[in-house]
């Protein structure tokens, strides 16, 4: 006698839509920021073009950034101090990294 098995339902936590909302608007802003920067580059505006292409590539490098504060904080208000600290821990490892990273 062969049972099926129905499939479970996948139900998101909450933190995961929150991460990946806030991911998704990041790369959307980057996106739109670059396009723009680009577009009016092309167009022979140079005067501002660098300026908005600089902004998307500080916004894309700072999305995952603000992806590991905003899982801390979540993390911390859910009580869950094992992720909450390994989330400082990560978010230590990334201001080390900038700091030895801009160069003497």
Do not use: N
Not at 42 to 53: C, D, E, R, S, Y
Not at 67 to 84: L, S
């Amino acid at each position: 006698m062969v049972v099926a098995i129905e499939p479970e339902e996948k139900s998101e936590h909450p933190i995961e839509l929150v991460l990946a909302r806030l991911l998704r608007l990041g790369s959307l802003v980057a996106a739109a920021l670059l396009a723009v920067g680009i577009a009016l580059m092309v167009l022979g505006q140079t005067g501002f073009a660098p300026k908005l292409i600089t902004a998307g590539l500080l916004v894309l490098l700072g999305t995952p950034v603000l992806r590991v504060m905003a899982a801390a904080v979540i993390f911390v208000k859910e009580r869950d101090w094992h992720f909450a600290l390994f989330s400082l821990v990560v978010l230590c490892a990334l201001a080390a990294g900038i700091y030895f990273g801009k160069g003497m």
